[in-house]
T-cell receptor, first 110, second 115 residues
Framework: GENVEQHPSTLSVQEGDSAVIKCTYS??????FPWYKQELGKGPQLIID?????GEKKDQRIAVTLNKTAKHFSLHITETQPEDSAVYFC?????????FGRGTSLIVHP | DAGVIQSPRHEVTEMGQEVTLRCKPI?????LFWYRQTMMRGLELLIY????????DSGMPEDRFSAKMPNASFSTLKIQPSEPRDSAVYFC?????????????FGQGTRLTVV
């Protein structure tokens, strides 16, 4: 089955800085890579996703890059704001079940 | 749409008691997932239903856990008997089709505490 590794587990930045979270996956058949944001007391919510036929996707301050050869994908958040503080999960899967990374706790200091 | 609805939001029960968690998926979604979230193990998939049929229950910890989906709009996760190590946040999620290739919509979760 798919194995998704996510790093770092904790990331602390100053407001305005950039944040990068990285994930690797094992299943070469994986073709869909979503990123979820989980705020305190809530369920994870999709913020951006990318499919295997695209190398990069951007939505305002967030972007995701995918390197299929190396089997890794990354989430980039620019100009971080305190409201970006949350736990972020990557996911992958070539089968019908998404496999989630362990999560990254992002803390943005004002 | 109101999104995925879970109940109760919080549950405190004594060891040995039966616990039932409930989920109403988004209308029109045919995939439903139950996840358990803990600090130690992150988000663990417990069971996956497609068109109300359990497809993969390999994540169910043991026979104390059971899940049903009697129709497209309702699912339950039951723990009997409950143990303190079952304390976690349990999430239900639904998606339109073929779970891995489409967005999963999560409920607010049920925080279970077994004392």
């Amino acid at each position: 089955g798919e194995n998704v590794e996510q790093h770092p587990s904790t990331l602390s930045v100053q407001e305005g800085d950039s944040a990068v979270i990285k994930c690797t996956y094992s299943d070469s058949a994986s073709n869909y890579f979503p990123w979820y944001k989980q705020e305190l007391g809530k369920g994870p919510q999709l913020i951006i996703d990318i499919r295997s036929n695209v190398g990069e996707k951007k939505d305002q301050r967030i972007a995701v890059t995918l390197n299929k050869t190396a089997k890794h994908f990354s989430l980039h958040i620019t100009e971080t704001q305190p409201e970006d503080s949350a736990v972020y999960f990557c996911a992958g899967g070539g089968s019908y079940i998404p496999t989630f990374g362990r999560g990254t706790s992002l803390i943005v200091h004002p | 749409d109101a999104g995925v609805i879970q109940s109760p939001r919080h549950e405190v029960t004594e060891m040995g008691q039966e616990v039932t968690l409930r989920c109403k998926p988004i209308s029109g979604h045919n995939s439903l997932f139950w996840y358990r979230q803990t600090m130690m193990r992150g988000l663990e998939l417990l069971i996956y239903f497609n068109n109300n049929v359990p497809i993969d229950d390999s994540g169910m910890p043991e026979d104390r856990f059971s899940a049903k989906m009697p129709n497209a709009s309702f699912s339950t996760l039951k723990i009997q008997p409950s143990e303190p190590r079952d304390s976690a946040v349990y999430f239900c999620a639904s998606s339109r089709a073929g779970g891995a290739g489409t967005e999963a919509f999560f409920g607010q979760g049920t925080r279970l505490t077994v004392v």
